[in-house]
């Protein structure tokens, strides 16, 4: 995978379960796709970049 879950803004962590989850509704063929080709990437990342909005308004 070109990018990682751990630096997605969707990978989020659940106080219910004690872990990270990702919080993206996947379709059923995506996610096959991405747990046999080691070479896909996720179509749903996106970056978390905190200052994003930040650097907009400068």
């Not at 989020?12 to 872990?19: K, L, M, N, T």
Request: proline share 2%.
């Amino acid at each position: 995978m070109s990018a990682d879950c751990n630096s997605c803004s969707f990978y989020v962590y659940d106080e219910e379960y004690d872990a990270y989850d990702c919080q993206v509704n996947m379709d059923e063929d995506d996610y096959v796709r991405l747990m046999c080709d080691k070479n896909s990437s996720c179509p749903y990342y996106q970056a978390d970049d905190e200052y994003k909005i930040v650097r907009k308004q400068m």
